[in-house]
């Protein structure tokens, strides 16, 4: 079966949501007013990425986005977050994970120092940094940051009734490690637990947006029979 390690640079648009909703304005006087050269490139970059498609420049106007505030992200907290999880996201995307995790690290360090970023924005990084582990192999380390996602949800959400997607893409991405592990038994868990998440996302939820989690799903049931 083909590993389903790509899934980690889900729907960028969703884990830019996240990062939105959570993003608190800035309080101080100082940092109120919003750099217009910074702004300014955040929304090039933006156009670039979703509008039309030319994802290297995107990638070029994120990093002056994100280079411009790393080094202080209280400048502007939201279009840190942003910028430079749209630009880890885009190296992993044409698969620099080694640069897309540099990004990741550095970015969840800062956010672990800083109590201003939510939890929910942690997860989203770290899960980006998951993704990268799994590509590059290195799947013990992945099984521990994605459960470490699991327990970020688990703690902002309580379970999939509320923003059961994230659950959903988390339980596909710990299966999937599991898979490429070989370990059928923790596979078998977890595949129990992302379809009964699936269930209670698809009485709020869009059944359409988790089709091919679902197919995936059905997939591992039946090697898990065998």
């Keep these: 079966m083909r590993s389903l390690k790509l899934i980690t640079t889900f729907i960028?648009?969703?884990?830019?949501f996240v990062i939105a909703a959570c993003s608190g304005g800035n309080t101080s006087k100082s940092t109120a007013k919003i750099d217009t050269v910074i702004e300014a490139n955040y929304r090039k970059a933006h156009d670039?990425?979703?509008?039309?498609?030319?994802?290297?420049?995107?990638?070029?106007?994120?990093?002056?986005?994100?280079?411009?505030l790393k080094d202080d992200p209280n400048k502007n907290r939201k279009l840190y977050t942003r910028a430079g999880y749209s630009l880890a996201a885009l190296k992993s995307m044409r698969f620099d994970f080694d640069g897309s995790m540099a990004i990741a690290l550095d970015m969840?360090?800062?956010?672990?120092?800083?109590?201003?970023?939510?939890?929910?924005?942690?997860?989203?990084?770290?899960?980006l940094i998951a993704g990268n582990q799994?590509?590059?192999?290195?799947?013990?380390?992945?099984?521990r940051t994605y459960l470490k996602c699991y327990d970020i949800l688990k703690s902002v959400y309580g379970g999939p009734e509320k923003n059961g997607l994230d659950f959903i893409v988390n339980g596909v991405n710990i299966i999937d490690v599991y898979y490429?592990?070989?370990?059928?038994?923790k596979m078998a868990d977890w595949v129990a637990r992302t379809e009964s998440a699936m269930n209670v996302y698809e009485q709020y939820g869009d059944s359409a947006l988790i089709e091919e989690y679902k197919g995936h799903i059905a997939i591992w049931r039946a090697i898990l029979l065998q």
């Excluded at 800062?110 to 929910?120: G, H, L, T």
């Excluded at 799994?134 to 099984?143: V, Y």
């Design 12 to 16: 960028a648009s969703v884990a830019l």
């Design 180 to 185: 490429q592990m070989t370990q059928y038994d």
């Design 108 to 127: 969840y360090r800062v956010m672990e120092a800083n109590d201003s970023f939510k939890p929910a924005q942690r997860e989203v990084v770290l899960s």
């Design 134 to 143: 799994s590509q590059l192999n290195q799947n013990e380390e992945a099984e």
């Design 48 to 68: 670039y990425d979703f509008k039309t498609q030319q994802k290297k420049l995107a990638e070029v106007y994120y990093k002056k986005v994100y280079d411009a």
